[in-house]
Every structure is written in C-alpha cells, then in structure tokens.
C-alpha cells in the first residue's frame, strides 16, 4: 500500500535547533495520520539519495522508542526491503539519543471493518480528521464536547452503517450509509433509501482505492437492507469517483433549514 509524506527535512538539510546535524536521509510527515504527540506521522525515507519535497512509497518498518511517545515509520520505494540492521544503520544520526528498536512490516492493504462499540473511538476520530480536513480548520481544532458527544451516540445507535478502512490499529479512511424511509414512489416501491456521507481518506494514503472500496462495501449493504437509491451531496474532488461508481448528477434537490429561514 503507497503512502504519501510530505518531507519538511530533506536529506543535507540541517535539524532546525540544531545546525550541526545535517540529515543523511529525507525526513517527514504523513499528513491525516496523527500520532501520540499531536502532530502528524513522522517518517523516515529509505533508498533515494537526492532531497525531495513528497515521496510516496511503502511502509517497510516501525520504529518503536521504549523511552519516548513517538514512534517513527521507515517508508522506501515500493518493492525495496532493508534489513533491521540496515534501517538502524541508516537512522542512527536520530535514533541514537534514543532506546529504540525496529519492527519490520509486511505488504499491507487496508483491512475494511464495520464500527462497533470497539470501534466507535477510531470511527469518531476520523470523522473529526474529515470534517477538520473539510471545513479547512486546523489540525488540532476542539470540537464542542456536545457535538462530539452527538456524533457518538450516532455511531452507536443510529439507523446506520459506517466502514472504516483499517491500517494495523490506524484509521486511514471512512464511509457512512445513513438509511432512512420514504412514502413509496413507483419508482421506489420499497420507500427504502439511504445518504451517503463521511467519505474520507487520510491525505497520506490518499489514490489507493480506499474509497472505492469503501463504497463498494456499502452499496452491497444497501442492496441486502432492499434500499433502492443512495444520495450524497458531492465535492469538486470526488465527484470523479461518484461519476466511475454510476452516481448520476441531478439538479431536482432543493432543501430547507427548519428554524432558519424565518
């Protein structure tokens, strides 16, 4: 599975507290994957020898601190392998300050899982990651404790279905199926239909599939729950996906705010 960093320390620049130490590798983070300390994912690129501003990649290995809250992801062109010695070799410049040992890590896909009560903590922050990430707030934005506390209970006990896609114990990707019944219409006997909401797929993982195979999981949902249309209110940047999937644009919506437009 690729995985994009953004490298705000390229290989020959210098630490920025201090300027004797020159990074011999590239050096990053993976946007939309937060990581105990706040901020986003930190890895280290493994295998090109020129600076870089983005590299996309595969995950090979984890670099786990035992005296400190972070760990560090090793990413390397896709179908390169380094041995543990190899990688500890490479990032000993950092990781010698540190009580630190490497874990090396298969291939991977996303593993697609349905939230339940084990599950609503990573759903409920993803959901959080999306609407910071749609709403253009930053990324250590507070919700308000009740909004948080309502988007819970929705997780748990509302008419629906929401799939994570599952990278190890991170969320990396979300889709929710909210179902609901109408007056049967000719054209939809059964009355039964559904919106679908909360697509999103951290930045760094980002032309994978993840989506699509996000949606494709809930459209075989909806057709055994008899649902007969799924609506969704589409962005500029997914309504290519939409498109590719059969969603069809229509321009029949209106829409009224109860409480606001008196």
Known sequence: MRI???????????????????????YGEVPGVLAPDGAWQDAYVLGVDVPLTTFTGERIAV???????EDKWVLAPEGMTFTAEEIMAAVHFMEQYFDAWVELLPPAKPAIVRVDADMVDAALRIRLDCLRAVGGLPRGHEFPPAFIASTRDFLLHADQTTLLAMDGDIPVGCATLCYKTCIPTLGHPTGKRAHLMNVYTAWGYRRNGVARALILSLHREAEARGVTEITLDATDEGRRLYTALGYRASDEAMYYDVGRND
């Open 4 to 26: 994009t960093a953004r490298i705000d320390r390229p290989l020959g620049s210098a630490h920025p507290r201090d300027p004797a130490l020159i990074y011999p590798v590239n």
């Open 63 to 69: 670099i786990h601190r035992r005296d400190d809250v």
